[in-house]
């Protein structure tokens, strides 16, 4: 994975005493065919796509997002058991998490849980890989295919409405520079402002 534009957003490394969590989905075949996601109680998140990536996309998550997602792990028993669902189903990319915390490590592995809070936990983690494949998606157009950055704000504007940005404050550097560069079509300047005062404005 290349390194992120996003120098400014890099974090504090993880405290190595406090709790973290760890998730990730392969999924031979799907785009991207991995996903790794780490993040501890202070907020400080990574995001790969290769488990072997040395340049993880560092990021931070707000406080009430860290409490939902780590108050999921509580109600789950710190994934002291089993998620997987007995019922027959298609695969679905094999889903890790895993919880750390001083001496406790707990870890399981499902494909498809019935479990609400298993559900919810796996969404949270699904959003997080949306917004930072949408960015990486975004740069890249910003950096080689001017033309398509119009596809790719439209997608994160989609995203942005239904809610499926996570920690959306990390592309505002980006959106911020697409706004001000005069070399970018006037329409996606506009819309780069646009979604950058709603970003901030928390709409």
């Known amino acids: 994975m290349k390194k992120a534009l996003f120098a400014l957003l890099v974090c504090p490394l993880f405290a190595a005493d406090g709790p973290h969590l760890f998730y990730s ?18 907020g400080n998140a990574e995001y790969k796509e290769d488990p072997n990536d040395d340049q993880p996309l560092k990021f931070q998550l707000g406080a009430g997002d860290v409490n939902e997602i780590f108050g999921l792990v509580d109600k789950l028993g710190r994934l002291n058991h ?55 998606r975004l740069e890249r157009a910003v950096k080689y295919d001017k033309l398509g950055v119009d596809k790719a704000l439209l ?3 989609a995203a942005f409405n239904n809610k499926r940005l996570v920690a959306p404050q990390q592309l505002l550097p980006l959106l911020d520079r697409i706004a001000k560069n005069e070399t970018f079509m006037h329409m996606d300047r506009e819309r780069a402002a646009a979604l950058s005062d709603a970003i901030r404005a928390g709409k």
């Not at 785009?31 to 202070?42: K, M, N, Q, R, S």
């Open 25 to 42: 989905k392969s999924f031979p075949g799907s785009a991207p065919a991995y996903v790794e996601i780490t993040l501890d109680h202070a």
């Open 82 to 136: 089993a998620l997987e669902s007995p019922a027959k189903v298609a695969f679905m990319g094999m889903k890790t998490f895993r919880f750390e915390s001083g001496a406790e490590k707990n870890e399981v592995k499902f494909n498809f849980s019935e479990d609400a809070d298993a559900r919810l936990l796996q969404d949270w983690f699904e959003r997080i890989a949306e917004t930072e494949q949408n960015l990486f």
């Open 155 to 157: 997608i994160v504007h």
